[in-house]
């Protein structure tokens, strides 16, 4: 195991034939209690876990062997789950979901202004973060061909084309005008239910509906929050973007007439 990466008891990385079969999620927090916890809930799921105790021992490790998912704390010693996110984003899309007890407003902004695919404040429900992973693994799973006997995959919506955006849901891919925006599986639902019909005023809580299914809670802060980061994301490729509208009161619409 790596030096700074808390001991699992139950078997840490997980053996080959689990990771055939299991999800790997990995958790990145200092408190040994939460781990343990959240670590035993996740295998009684059917998750293999990944353990640390610190960003720093945690981003080498997640840089050298993926996981499908991460779990982060915020406050850390040596590197914080903020700073461990930009380190991360620098390299990989991983999908990351911030777990802390640090619930100001101005730490979910910036959490997700980096690039968080989620965030749940402490004290939080082990059901509602299991079913946050369900949904973002789904989000981020490629499609996979069929054999005999096999459960067909989920249905994957068709391409997009809307004026300059283009959006390819099997491959999950975005580009405006041509050139690619990178967006976490968060971000790309919410683009899509906007530009699938274009001029409508879609409300938050459609949004919400269309980001986090399974009946998970969102409040309006974190979809305004995901707003703003993808109009950021798109000015980066053009400064003049201006094709998510705010209706004030009411939602948000996509139009690039």
Same mark, same amino acid.
């Given at each position: 195991?790596?030096?700074?990466?808390?001991?699992?008891?139950?078997?840490?990385?997980?053996?080959?034939?689990?990771?055939?079969?299991?999800?790997?999620?990995?958790?990145?927090?200092?408190?040994?209690?939460?781990?343990?916890?959240?670590?035993?809930?996740?295998?009684?799921?059917?998750?293999?876990?990944?353990?640390?105790?610190?960003?720093?021992?945690?981003?080498?490790?997640?840089?050298?062997?993926?996981?499908? &998912?991460?779990?982060? $704390?915020?406050?850390?010693?040596?590197?914080? %789950? @903020? #700073? !461990?996110? =930009?380190?991360?984003?620098?390299?990989?899309?991983?999908?990351?979901?911030? &777990?802390?007890?640090? $619930?100001?407003?101005?730490?979910?902004?910036? %959490? @997700? #202004? !980096?690039? =968080?695919?989620?965030?749940?404040?402490?004290?939080?429900?082990?059901?509602? &973060?299991?079913?946050?992973?369900?949904?973002?693994?789904?989000?981020?799973?490629?499609?996979?061909?069929?054999?005999?006997?096999?459960?067909?995959?989920?249905?994957?919506?068709?391409?997009?084309?809307?004026?300059?955006?283009?959006?390819?849901?099997?491959?999950?891919?975005?580009?405006?005008?041509?050139?690619?925006?990178?967006?976490?599986?968060?971000?790309?639902?919410?683009?899509?239910?906007?530009?699938?019909?274009?001029?409508?005023?879609?409300?938050?809580?459609?949004?919400?509906?269309?980001?986090?299914?399974?009946?998970?809670?969102?409040?309006?802060?974190?979809?305004?929050?995901?707003?703003?980061?993808?109009?950021?994301?798109?000015?980066?490729?053009?400064?003049?973007?201006?094709?998510?509208?705010?209706?004030?009161?009411?939602?948000?619409?996509?139009?690039?007439?």
């Amino acid at each position: 195991m790596p030096s700074g990466a808390a001991h699992d008891p139950t078997s840490g990385e997980a053996n080959p034939a689990e990771a055939a079969r299991a999800y790997q999620i990995a958790l990145v927090d200092d408190d040994r209690n939460i781990l343990t916890t959240v670590s035993i809930a996740l295998k009684s799921e059917g998750f293999a876990t990944r353990l640390y105790s610190d960003g720093e021992t945690a981003l080498k490790a997640l840089l050298e062997n993926p996981p499908d &998912l991460a779990v982060f $704390d915020i406050k850390m010693p040596k590197m914080d %789950g @903020l #700073e !461990l996110l =930009a380190r991360v984003r620098e390299h990989s899309a991983l999908p990351v979901i911030f &777990l802390t007890s640090k $619930d100001d407003e101005n730490d979910e902004e910036m %959490g @997700l #202004e !980096l690039g =968080a695919d989620d965030y749940i404040a402490k004290p939080f429900s082990l059901r509602l &973060l299991i079913a946050r992973i369900r949904a973002i693994l789904r989000r981020a799973e490629p499609p996979r061909e069929t054999s005999a006997g096999d459960e067909p995959p989920m249905p994957i919506g068709p391409m997009i084309r809307q004026g300059r955006l283009f959006m390819d849901p099997a491959r999950h891919t975005v580009t405006w005008d041509g050139r690619n925006v990178s967006l976490t599986v968060t971000e790309f639902l919410i683009l899509e239910a906007l530009a699938i019909r274009p001029g409508v005023i879609k409300s938050r809580n459609q949004l919400m509906d269309a980001a986090y299914p399974d009946d998970v809670f969102v409040d309006d802060r974190t979809v305004d929050s995901h707003i703003k980061r993808m109009r950021r994301k798109f000015r980066s490729v053009d400064p003049q973007f201006g094709a998510i509208e705010t209706l004030y009161g009411a939602g948000y619409s996509f139009n690039d007439a």
